[in-house]
């Protein structure tokens, strides 16, 4: 873990990716990167070299809160990263408190998802990304609506504010075939743009897992 006032550069994690990426027996990997304010889009690709070649990893968390340098752009790096990682069960990945983060970058996340067909937990922080809006909301949806052996699923949108009920609209079509899903969590907290219409969509989202056992 790294935290704040630290001097965690791009170049720390290109010789990070040289003592990581040939433990090719690895099942589960934590890189916190809290407030690392030097680390730049090109510190992803080279956590992208870390990943890549670690097949048999079975969790992998994620967390760039705060890092303000990081862009849409990096995320292209993150959808190579996972590219190989077809046995991966469980993502966390933190992307609180950046207003770079919009609906391109999203997008590359939609399809780094879809290629994740055995996960089974996905845990999304977006926190304070105000930039995050509708049209990123409904790429995130159709990246979650592929992964249908999804057991757990917890989203955060704190402080979105740019998040409209147009957007929740796309949560009810995303849920219709995640028939395996147990537990669910959403957080649209502060998200001052949403209003009833927003609940209607998640009372039809809801309605479509009878699996679920857990909701908050």
């Known amino acids: ?3 704040v006032e630290n001097k965690i550069s791009d170049d720390s ?10 433990l090719t027996s690895l099942r ?16 992803l690709s080279y956590i992208k070299d870390i990943i890549k070649g670690l097949s048999a990893l079975d969790s992998l968390k994620l967390d760039f809160s705060s890092c303000n340098k990081i862009t849409n752009d990096g995320l292209i790096y993150f959808k190579a990263a996972t590219k190989n990682l077809s046995f991966l069960k469980s993502l966390s990945l933190n992307l609180s408190y950046n207003d770079n983060i919009s609906k391109e970058g999203i997008n590359h996340l939609k399809e780094a998802l879809q290629g994740l067909l055995s996960l089974e ?3 999304l922080d977006f926190t304070y990304c105000i930039n995050f809006e509708d049209e990123a909301f409904h790429h995130l949806t159709e990246g979650i609506k592929t992964m249908i052996s999804i057991r757990t699923l917890d989203l955060c949108f704190y402080n979105c504010s740019k998040l409209s009920d147009e957007g929740l609209r796309h949560f009810q079509e995303a849920t219709k075939d995640l028939t395996g899903l147990k537990s669910l969590s959403l957080n649209f907290t502060n ?13 039809h989202a809801i309605q479509h897992i009878p699996s679920l056992i857990g909701l908050a």
């Open 1 to 3: 873990k790294f935290y």
């Open 13 to 22: 994690l290109a010789i990070l990716s040289d003592g990581i990426k040939n």
């Open 28 to 43: 589960h990997l934590g890189l916190e990167f809290y407030e690392c304010n030097l680390m730049t889009d090109q510190g």
């Open 121 to 123: 937990t996905l845990i």
């Open 191 to 203: 998200c001052k743009k949403l209003t009833d219409a927003a609940f209607v969509s998640l009372k």
